[in-house]
Structure formats: structure tokens, C-alpha cells
């Protein structure tokens, strides 16, 4: 007994109706990721800003506080650190963690130099620092937005299959874990007024 044109064409549709949500989905993922690749450029480029106006407010700093050796020796280093390609989110977000600690002592040792803090060259630094400080923070919140996007595709079903069959994983958050480093952006900010 053959099967009925009618039955045929029922399994033809709902193959097909597979076929183009395996595809979409796919798809998505692809998009997705791209996303999440694409914000992180955006994060990686402002984390360069920041290392850029570094060593010029170092520079601005040492003409009037000479003596502050460790905590320009201790800036320079973790501006090092955070260049260095160590690969992944989270060693990233601890080199910068580290960075902005050690600015936010910087900027501390400003307040005991009254002529420091009057200088224009160091009032404009600062501004551009804080500047800086709040396109990281934007462009952090885009990539976890994108982050976050990627990862509840990942996580939810029935997209969790096609995640696993072709190895989308999820992504990690570019947080910032320690305190110091939480309340260094507005320090920066209260500094510049």
C-alpha cells in the first residue's frame, strides 16, 4: 500500500519547517556571536584610549610630585599588564581592575598637590581620563548586553540543541570585581570639578 500524496506532503512540510527553523537558528547564533565579538572591539579600542592618556598624566604628575616613585612605578605596571595579551574576559578584567586601582591612587596623590591639581595640562588629562572611564563603561554594558543575548540563546530550549550540536558556548561578562575598582570612575569625576 503506498502512502497518500496528502501524507507525503505533510511530512515534506514539516521537514522543510524543520530545515528553516535549524537554519534560522543557526543563523541567529552566528549573528550573535558576531555581536559579541564585534562589541568587544568596541570595549578593547576604549581600554587603548585609556592606555594612551596614561602615561601622559604619569608624565603631567612626576614634574610636581617627584618623590611619588612607587605609585608611578606601580601605574606604569599595570598599564603593562592590562597591554598585554593574555587572551580571554576575565584576565582582562582583572589587568584592569588592577589599572584602575593603581589611577585611583594616582589621582589620590594629586590631592595633596594643590599647584598639580591647578595645572591645565593635568585638569585636561583628568577630564579626558573621566571621559574615558565613562565610554569603558558604556561600551562594557553594550558587550554584556550582547553577552547576555548570546548566552540565554545558549541556555534556552530547544535552541540549546543546535548550540551544542555546532559549539556555540557562551560568552563570559567583562565585570569589574573589586571595589576600588567600582568607585574609581567616580573618583576621576569628583577629581576633574
Not at 599595570?78 to 581592575?97: H, L, W
Amino acid at each position: 500500500m503506498a502512502p497518500s500524496v496528502p501524507i507525503l506532503i505533510a511530512i515534506g512540510v514539516v521537514l522543510l519547517a524543520l530545515l528553516a527553523w535549524l537554519i534560522g537558528t543557526y543563523n541567529g547564533f552566528v549573528r550573535l556571536r558576531n555581536h559579541v565579538t564585534e562589541s568587544w572591539s568596541n570595549v578593547d579600542t576604549e581600554l587603548q584610549r585609556r592606555y594612551d592618556l596614561v602615561p601622559n598624566l604619569v608624565a603631567v604628575c612626576k614634574g610636581y610630585a617627584a618623590h611619588e616613585r612607587e605609585t608611578f612605578e606601580a601605574v606604569t605596571r599595570a598599564r603593562a599588564a592590562a597591554i598585554a595579551e593574555a587572551g580571554g574576559v576575565n584576565p582582562q578584567a582583572q589587568r584592569e581592575n588592577e589599572l584602575t586601582g593603581s589611577l585611583q591612587r594616582l589621582l589620590a596623590v594629586s590631592e595633596r598637590y594643590p599647584e598639580l591639581k591647578a595645572a591645565e595640562n593635568f585638569l585636561e588629562l583628568q577630564r579626558e581620563l573621566a571621559n574615558t572611564e565613562d565610554r569603558i563603561q558604556a561600551a562594557r554594558r553594550f558587550y554584556n548586553a550582547n553577552v547576555r543575548d548570546l548566552n540565554t540563546r545558549v541556555d534556552s530550549f530547544p535552541s540549546n540543541l543546535i548550540a551544542g550540536v555546532f559549539g556555540f558556548a557562551r560568552a563570559e561578562y567583562f565585570e569589574v570585581t573589586t571595589a576600588a575598582a567600582r568607585s574609581a570612575s567616580t573618583v576621576a569625576l569628583d577629581a576633574a570639578k
